[in-house]
């Protein structure tokens, strides 16, 4: 075993090229370990386990810096700067996050989980120490399939005034998390064939040099190419052609699977986990085949995510014209729908909450001064959804819900949830962002709206006194609990509402409240600060009306329990009683 | 006169093209009539005649569609379209925006007004066209400037997957705001200089066809080449070059200047509005180069608007490497920033607030996640800024103080913003935003505290009862003229609070407030959906205390009076008094 005595990158550089390709089967074996047990990004690792090594091997990391973008892909970096432990023993599988951490290491510097960031925060890395004077190599790793993002293409275009050393890797493994979409991947497959040559060439009409290795599961070419580069005194891009999943067979087959995993049996490459409920990914593919079965003008839009709204392959097909995933370019996919729904389509955008933190300016300036009707599906917008700092969908309501005209929606059942997505698809006055629900599928027997057009009406579900609770969204579920428990607590009934309208108050009901009411109690799923109980808390300000907010405090949570979550914030129907009664 | 006659794009449509050199002659003139009365947006119309002409006269808008990048060089396009007199006669300048404006004229599709958006507003209208089986042409134009936009370079990526008729005009002048900067624009020098026939193209490695046309001033050449790509049945890159401010010597030689004016004498070119008190724009610059010249390690990054902090060129040189123009690519600015924060520099990025808009997901992943000392300038982030709807600098507020680890500062004045600024850049714990002041400069004799690294401590200005004003920003101001007006009315004088801090509560002090006061009003100036007041409602909701929340209501505002705007939201001293007592 050669990774066991690996505890820092230095001590790879003894090894044989031999002893390498040894290592590197080490590190593909701890990696299916792991992530068999465990699940993650499977795919991105498994292509990168040479490069990892070349790079540690060439470089002198921590002086020498390395960003990975996204740092999906940094597992094998890990491995090799002290965090071997992680992946060979189950009991440490937790002792790291699955992107880079500065909290874990000095080999990382940055916090990263969203893409097209590295060459930027790399850019600043390599700014400063210009500004110091000093000499280090700094290194930014970028997947092909982040190179579409504009914070990347921004970067990248930046990069060449940077007038000093500077490596960009291109880790390019013709693979987004899906197919890669987007015209520079048609470039990307030129410079391939040519092994580089192509005259038309997107990184030099971006004022980069350039290299590239077609052999880039290869640690002795790897390592040959970058020790040309290495202390190279201007930007270079070095474009290295890998394969995504290499070295476990189902994931070098079905890249999209194998992309990121849930855990499997490595015999098989079947999932051992199952869940056979039913899936709101699946529920809204569904329903839009449905919908684009019917009418051609409707269009379903994703961001590399399709499968978020449940678009596996075999319905992307089925739906042809009228499904488009725009690749890593969600500020794009924004303004594209504005456009469509002026023209008289029908567009339906939809990822998650935490991405769709790229698109604030285009959600105003793009589609809310222009008052178009599409609709924007914001997903795992929940404390139920991702749980790495960098993947949290708590802000979107802050976020979106104070940009003037938007109309915010906050289902609180399928039911609902369906009811409000067809009226916003066929309706014509507002552009509308409707919050998937996110703490399981629940279904009501009972009837919901389908006309949402007089907006702001919130919804009395049971009409008592004394305390009102307004439960938004997938809290509604906490307030029909705490509803219960108030009356059994006070044996006095109080008013249960789902709000439904994240963007405005229903005025009229507020002001009624104040009748038969001294307590208001807000629930929502997403952090105090900036969002919905506050404009209640602000209504009620001048009343004597007392108003509880219940919600997330703003913090960047990570990897967290949900309960533990629920605690802290007193969301439990215990604390809340007990703060109010 | 030919200008006269025009109604309506057909009109041209008889002329010779002898007659059309006159109409452009005469467009010029009737640009710099209003103007040199009025100011706007001068190089970018004067550059764009003739190609104006040609697009009217080989497409049939509002058929075809145009969608003008920015839109501030639609001028031209407007006096085609209808609103000739809005240019010719004094009476009707204000008839029109700044800004493409669909409720103007059905030859406007979108409110546009920041940059690198139109590639991807057009591709929605052609994919909805397609969906629904249409023919018609779509045309978007967009000047170099905007091409270093990340939403810009993910539509032209994406725009080689339609499939279908769609037209990129590249109206290339060599210019941004000021210069251009990063590595595509050596790509459009070399496709300049070899009359597009470089092998190495921008627009073919994103996937595109392309056709170069030198001469874009010159109309029969213009017509000849949009003839050529009329009705195509792909995407195509028509890429011209013309020149900024042509046809008034003033604008061409000094591009920068005339980039926008203000209202001048035509003989001379001079500006006929003066001013010559301080602005924070000097004021900035001239702090900032104080801190370049002892400071190695400190660096002033700006995104295309270099004197929005006053840089202007002979600052920039003099600033050198400390001075970075990112162009327009504010994602990567601030991802930039924290970057070199990390590496142990002492970055100050500014720009606009409603720019700043692009930027959430960059403060919150790149920067405040990973708690860099980078600082962030907001400026015009005020009712007082700019007042066209797409350049409102009223919603920073929600936006930036919502995020986690944010701090974001409040200067009630100029000292204290020095101060400000001056602890931000020698502090290394916290990334701060600082919203510069926009009510006027105003000076004060008393001592400000040097210190504010002991987070979210309110400032009494004055202690007194009853009433407490928390006074935010530039509204200190209002607070201050509304506790005189307290006093005199009352005769108990109201405690006067300067927040300074955005992103928290001193609950000590809002505790504190509770002992002798039963009334608390906050006053921001921006919208109050999300803003500041609504966290202290929320402090005080379950309270005794009333709050009264005073800010601007969240909508979109255009060209305003700002005594009308203060009206209507009640922000006057007599109208916050009837409200109150």
Redesign the interface.
């Known amino acids: 075993m050669y990774l066991e005595k690996i505890n820092q990158p230095s001590d790879i550089r003894s090894l044989r090229y031999e002893e390498l390709d040894q290592l590197a089967a080490e590190m593909r074996k701890a990696l299916l370990h792991k992530l068999s047990k465990n699940g993650g990004h499977f795919g991105p690792n498994f292509g990168m386990v040479e490069a990892t090594i070349a790079l540690h091997y060439v470089f002198n990391s921590p002086v020498d810096?390395f960003?990975f973008d996204v740092s999906h892909q940094s597992y094998c970096h890990k491995m090799l700067t002290g965090r071997k432990e992680s992946f060979l023993s189950e009991d440490h599988f937790h002792d790291v996050s699955g992107y880079t951490n500065?909290e874990e290491s000095e080999h990382d510097?940055?916090?990263?989980?969203?893409t097209s960031?590295s060459v930027?925060?790399?850019?600043?890395?390599?700014?400063?120490?210009?500004?110091?004077?000093d000499k280090e190599n700094i290194v930014a790793v970028i997947g092909d399939g982040s190179l579409?993002?504009?914070?990347a293409?921004?970067?990248?275009?930046?990069?060449?005034?940077l007038e000093s050393n500077f490596i960009i890797i291109v880790n390019d493994n013709d693979m987004s998390i899906a197919e890669n979409?987007?015209?520079?991947?048609?470039?990307l497959k030129e410079l391939r064939e040519s092994n580089g040559t192509a005259?038309?060439?997107?990184f030099?009409?971006?004022?980069?040099d350039y290299v590239y290795l077609e052999e880039g599961n290869d640690i002795p070419k790897l390592i040959d190419t970058f020790e040309k580069v290495k202390d190279i005194d201007h930007p270079i891009v070095v474009h290295i052609h890998t394969q995504k999943g290499k070295g476990y067979k189902p994931a070098e087959e079905h890249k999209e699977d194998w992309h990121w995993c849930m855990p499997f049996d490595t015999e098989t490459g079947k999932s051992t986990v199952s869940f056979d409920g039913e899936d709101y990914g699946q529920l809204t593919c569904d329903y839009l085949m449905g919908k684009i079965k019917k009418d051609?003008?409707v269009?379903a839009i994703v961001a590399a995510v399709p499968t978020n709204i449940g678009f596996t392959e075999d319905k992307r097909k089925e739906a042809g014209?009228?499904f488009?995933d725009?690749?890593i370019?969600e500020?794009?996919a924004i303004?594209?729908?504005?456009?469509?729904?002026?023209?008289?389509?029908k567009?339906v955008f939809a990822t998650h909450s935490s991405f769709m933190?790229?698109t604030?300016?285009?959600l105003?300036?793009?589609l809310?001064?222009?008052e178009n009707p599409a609709t924007i599906l914001v997903n795992t917008a929940s404390i139920y959804g991702m749980n790495d700092?960098?993947h949290l969908g708590i802000?979107d309501i802050?976020?979106i819900?104070?940009?003037?005209?938007m109309v915010y929606l906050a289902p609180t059942n399928k039911q609902e949830y369906f009811a409000m997505l067809d009226w916003s698809i066929e309706q014509d006055q507002y552009p509308v962002a409707i919050r998937i629900p996110c703490n399981g599928v629940i279904s009501i027997t009972e009837d919901v709206d389908t006309d949402y057009s007089d907006l702001n009406k919130y919804q009395i579900k049971i009409s008592g006194s004394n305390i009102a609770i307004l439960a938004l969204g997938d809290f509604f579920d906490i307030g029909e609990k705490l509803a219960k428990a108030v009356l059994e607590k006070t044996g006095v009934m109080p008013t249960l509402i789902n709000p439904r309208y994240i963007t405005g108050l229903d005025e009229e009901l507020l002001e009624n409240l104040k009748k038969d009411h001294t307590i208001v109690i807000t629930l929502e799923d997403g952090?105090?600060?900036?969002?919905f109980?506050?404009?209640i808390?602000?209504f009620?300000?001048?009343?004597d009306v007392?108003?509880?907010?219940y919600g997330i405090k703003?913090?960047?949570l990570d990897r967290y329990a949900i309960e533990d979550v629920l605690k802290e914030n007193h969301l439990t129907v215990p604390q809340i009683l007990e703060?109010v009664l």
Do not use: W
């Open positions: 810096k960003v500065p510097f940055f916090n990263v989980g969203h960031t930027s925060l790399a850019c600043g890395l390599a700014k400063a120490r210009d500004l110091k004077g579409s993002g504009g914070e293409l921004e970067g990248i275009d930046f990069a060449s005034e979409h987007g015209g520079l991947y048609k470039n005259a038309c060439n997107l030099k009409a971006m004022g980069l051609p003008k269009v014209k009228q488009v725009v690749g370019a500020e794009h303004a594209m729908a504005s456009g469509i729904a002026k023209n008289g389509g567009p933190q790229r604030y300016d285009q105003s300036q793009d809310c001064i222009n700092v960098t802000y802050p976020l819900s104070n940009i003037p005209n952090i105090l600060d900036g969002g109980g506050e404009k808390a602000r009620y300000g001048p009343s007392k108003v509880y907010n703003k913090e960047f703060d």
